[in-house]
């Protein structure tokens, strides 16, 4: 029940930001996304030649990722939690002429889905939004084929343990869990924003409990330009302030393989 109750309140936020978040964001469809600072799947190539593959986006949001693989001939499904964030991605889809399934669930049961149906699973910046990572991680080997990639791109614990704007650490890493931000809106209202810091190494155990084989752990940094996949807004430059983004990257990328 309580778990559940916190799924409500992260789906709430998202339900009421979700238009604020795609404005101030403005993520491209040109290639899948992995974080900010970091450069795109068209030059780090973690997936190869996506052409003919079936993909399963986890925590899709506005579907910029998928959009991006469908338009290279994979077959992709979104799966998010928020309704506003897929009626922004099945509009955007529309937009550029793409067919992509986007259905709304929960990306820790991932029930839907039919087992060994996937050739790949990816997500981006989602899995801080969810308390079990291993349950998650489980239900994607079960949807996965043989030989079947996950590819995620997460928020780097290390950077979510500093304040971008004192430089200081106000996060114990040792303690990671959930953390409750109340934000006070421009119009004064106030919203309840819940997230999970999760060490890396919940990520590479779980990954390797649930049966995984992981390939690579990358740390990129892209500086040059604006904010790679991410709009150089206002928003976003106070919270990737270039001066910590410099000494922390703030993305993480996993790559593992069903074997």
């Given at each position: 029940m309580i778990m559940a109750n916190v799924q409500k309140e992260i789906q709430k936020w998202w339900e009421e930001n979700s238009a604020g978040y795609q404005r101030d964001s403005n993520i491209g469809t040109r290639s899948a996304h992995y974080g900010p600072f970091s450069p795109g799947e068209s030059e780090l190539r973690l997936l190869g030649d996506v052409k003919g593959k079936k993909i399963l986006e986890i925590g899709c949001g506005g579907g910029q990722c998928s959009i991006a693989f469908a338009k290279q001939g994979a077959k992709c499904t979104g799966v998010d939690i928020s309704k506003e964030q897929l009626e922004y991605a099945e509009e955007l889809a529309k937009k550029n002429n793409v067919s992509v399934k986007f259905v709304q669930g929960d990306i820790q049961t991932l029930k839907q889905f039919k087992s060994s149906d996937y050739d790949i699973v990816f997500s981006a910046f989602a899995l801080q939004y969810i308390p079990d990572l291993g349950k998650c991680f489980k239900e994607v080997y079960r949807a996965?084929?043989?030989?079947?990639?996950?590819?995620?791109?997460?928020?780097?614990?290390?950077?979510?343990?500093?304040?971008?704007?004192?430089?200081?650490?106000?996060?114990?890493?040792?303690?990671?869990?959930?953390?409750?931000?109340?934000?006070?809106?421009?119009?004064?209202?106030?919203?309840?924003?819940?997230?999970?810091?999760?060490?890396i190494s919940e990520v590479t155990d779980g990954l390797i409990d649930s049966g995984f084989v992981l390939e690579k752990?990358?740390?990129?940094l892209e500086t040059k330009g604006h904010h790679i996949g991410w709009s150089a807004g206002k928003v976003w430059r106070e919270i990737y302030p270039r001066k910590l983004v410099k000494l922390i990257g703030p993305t993480i990328i996993f790559k593992a393989r069903k074997p």
């Amino acid at each position: 029940m309580i778990m559940a109750n916190v799924q409500k309140e992260i789906q709430k936020w998202w339900e009421e930001n979700s238009a604020g978040y795609q404005r101030d964001s403005n993520i491209g469809t040109r290639s899948a996304h992995y974080g900010p600072f970091s450069p795109g799947e068209s030059e780090l190539r973690l997936l190869g030649d996506v052409k003919g593959k079936k993909i399963l986006e986890i925590g899709c949001g506005g579907g910029q990722c998928s959009i991006a693989f469908a338009k290279q001939g994979a077959k992709c499904t979104g799966v998010d939690i928020s309704k506003e964030q897929l009626e922004y991605a099945e509009e955007l889809a529309k937009k550029n002429n793409v067919s992509v399934k986007f259905v709304q669930g929960d990306i820790q049961t991932l029930k839907q889905f039919k087992s060994s149906d996937y050739d790949i699973v990816f997500s981006a910046f989602a899995l801080q939004y969810i308390p079990d990572l291993g349950k998650c991680f489980k239900e994607v080997y079960r949807a996965l084929r043989k030989k079947g990639v996950l590819v995620l791109g997460l928020s780097h614990p290390f950077y979510d343990a500093i304040s971008p704007k004192t430089m200081k650490i106000t996060r114990n890493y040792n303690k990671a869990g959930k953390f409750v931000n109340i934000e006070t809106w421009p119009d004064g209202s106030k919203h309840k924003f819940v997230e999970f810091l999760h060490k890396i190494s919940e990520v590479t155990d779980g990954l390797i409990d649930s049966g995984f084989v992981l390939e690579k752990v990358i740390e990129p940094l892209e500086t040059k330009g604006h904010h790679i996949g991410w709009s150089a807004g206002k928003v976003w430059r106070e919270i990737y302030p270039r001066k910590l983004v410099k000494l922390i990257g703030p993305t993480i990328i996993f790559k593992a393989r069903k074997p």
